[in-house]
């Protein structure tokens, strides 16, 4: 502290020696292609940096010299381009006038012009760090940041995505989302396209100007996004859809249209059929204006999800929802319910267990509860879900991991020095992929039919245990038994501001204890937010147990320090 005081009594004599380097004649011993000294501006500049920050009274000291070295400062060379850098550096670090801001913002978006692209990815990476210090001054240079989107530098183009995403709002969400979208469609490498297409359809959703623009942005990202676009961007899709009950019929044709030209897109198919599914009597019955008359007949309609469910093209996540979606319509179909029935009936033979068992079950519906079956496929309620309100301060950057997570097995070594002697030589458990299918609809709908066994009691409640709460981040134990074995809801909750980023949840046992872990529900987790990840413990000595857990994830696009912590806390019969 008190070396800190010392230096802010010497700004005045700092500042004028910068001042006279700026300021200086040609001097060959000092010179570096033609600026004085530039070593000593930039070590100056740093520690002007240091004493002015949050220290209004030493900023306005600094403001007319950090102006003048802004504005006199040559940029033909990269001597220069450093020199400014720093001073860039320097006025977003401390307590400057606004205008003193603008001229930063400014002296970046000229390095957004350099024929070099190494300036431009400086100038870029700086902007998106402080672009929520003056967002309407780097508003101003949007097009030069568009412009970047068809750079042939991978790393700069997706740095300009990911500045783009922090600028868009209720003004210019049209626009932006619209050079997203073209970028998607066109330059956008493979390794982008995840990020890509969750990101706008977060933005699109946050500041949509009326829902049938929101419908064809979603459309659009779905056809360009291909196989790129996630499984939480598909169940995001159709919950948005859920909740337009006066948008169906548009929305339902307009994919309808989309589903029979290409059934190679898979999540365009799901999202399809789901919505087919529920609102296909629609399709040939809701008036629409989608531009052009359309005629659908429920021939058309059967015959396309036919198409999806025999034909070698779509997964078998694809033919589940065709299926279903045929089942739903069985009862508002009445002229192809009989060939509904049948395209069912081959399933039931399948060699794939999820097929098989949809036709069985529904199969056994059309035999022996037909009576039921028009109540048990009514069109599912409008959703009321709420969502978090969409501000213009909040940054929707990095919503969503930028790549996939390293595997846990990949990161062994590291886990095993973290857990050190608490379990000797057994690597942590890596998380099983997850299940393709839902026991626990497969558990209602077997009740329903009556083909289930009496219910188990219920178990008696166990209380949760706080494992984490640190850094804005919870993660509580919901704990219960399940054959024989305990079973851990690990429910792990963003209570911070911003969106989190590459979730990856981990845990060690010691080794006389079995431990196996599930994937999470998401590596992405929006503000207020939470993803659960199954954890089963298999504890044959009945021995205390103990658990060290390892967390690392994104916090606004910037990686947050590493949570480590052991969990002694559970019950004693554990």
């Not at 859920?242 to 190679?264: C, G, N, T």
């Not at 978090?388 to 919503?399: E, I, K």
Request: glycine share 4%; charged share 20%; proline share 6%.
């Amino acid at each position: 502290v008190s070396t800190q005081s010392t230096g802010k009594k010497c700004i005045f004599n700092l500042l004028r020696v910068l001042k006279n380097l700026i300021m200086a004649g040609y001097s060959p011993e000092h010179d570096v292609a033609g600026c004085s000294d530039p070593f000593l501006q930039v070590q100056l500049l740093r520690l002007l940096a240091v004493l002015g920050k949050s220290d209004h009274e030493a900023s306005d000291q600094m403001n007319d010299i950090l102006a003048q070295v802004a504005t006199n400062t040559e940029t033909s060379k990269n001597v220069g381009n450093a020199i400014l850098y720093q001073t860039v550096l320097t006025i977003m670090d401390i307590d400057a006038e606004s205008g003193l801001r603008v001229l930063a913002i400014n002296i970046l978006g000229r390095f957004l012009l350099n024929s070099d692209k190494n300036i431009r990815y400086v100038a870029l990476n700086t902007l998106l760090r402080t672009v929520h210090i003056d967002k309407p001054a780097v508003q101003r240079h949007r097009s030069t940041i568009i412009e970047c989107l068809s750079d042939v530098d991978i790393s700069i183009r997706k740095r300009a995505m990911e500045l783009l995403f922090a600028l868009v709002n209720e003004n210019n969400v049209r626009s932006v989302i619209g050079e997203l979208v073209n970028f998607l469609s066109t330059t956008a490498p493979p390794e982008l396209k995840a990020q890509l297409t969750s990101t706008i359809i977060l933005c699109a959703d946050k500041f949509a100007p009326s829902k049938r623009w929101y419908m064809d942005t979603i459309l659009k990202v779905l056809i360009s996004g291909g196989h790129y676009v996630r499984d939480d961007v598909v169940n995001s899709v159709t919950q948005s859809i859920s909740e337009s009950p006066d948008m169906y019929a548009f929305i339902v044709q307009k994919l309808f249209l989309a589903l029979r030209e290409d059934i190679a897109q898979q999540p365009l198919v799901q999202v399809s059929t789901w919505a087919i599914g529920e609102y296909g009597d629609l399709l040939v019955s809701g008036p629409c204006d989608i531009g052009e008359p359309v005629t659908v007949t429920e021939k058309d309609v059967v015959d396309v999800l036919e198409h999806v469910i025999t034909g070698s093209v779509c997964t078998n996540v694809s033919k589940n929802y065709a299926l279903n979606a045929l089942m739903k319509l069985s009862t508002r179909f009445k002229l192809e319910s009989d060939k509904i029935r049948k395209i069912i009936g081959c399933f039931t033979i399948s060699t794939n267990v999820e097929l098989q068992q949809r036709s069985v079950e529904y199969r056994t519906i059309f035999k022996q509860y037909d009576g039921m079956r028009g109540a048990l496929l009514e069109r599912m309620p409008v959703s009321t879900n709420d969502k978090p309100a969409a501000t213009p301060s909040q940054d929707p950057v990095s919503q969503l991991p930028e790549k996939p997570a390293p595997a846990p097995e990949q990161e062994a070594d590291s886990l095993l020095t973290l857990i050190g002697g608490l379990v000797g030589d057994t690597p942590p458990a890596a998380p099983a992929p997850a299940a393709p299918t839902n026991n626990n609809n497969n558990d209602l709908l077997m009740d329903l039919l009556g083909l289930d066994a009496a219910p188990e009691p219920a178990a008696p409640a166990i209380p949760p245990v706080t494992a984490v709460n640190k850094q804005g981040l919870l993660v509580m134990f919901n704990l219960s038994h399940e054959a024989g074995r305990l079973k851990i809801v690990a429910q792990s909750t963003n209570n911070t501001s911003v969106p989190i980023s590459e979730y990856i949840f981990q845990a060690a046992v010691p080794k006389s204890i079995q431990i196996s872990l599930n994937a999470a529900s998401s590596t992405a987790i929006p503000p207020g937010g939470s993803v659960t990840q199954d954890i089963f413990i298999n504890n044959p000595s009945k021995s205390s147990l103990k658990m060290r857990v390892k967390i690392s994830y994104n916090s606004g696009g910037v990686p947050a320090p590493e949570i480590q912590e052991t969990i002694t806390s559970f019950p004693v019969s554990f």
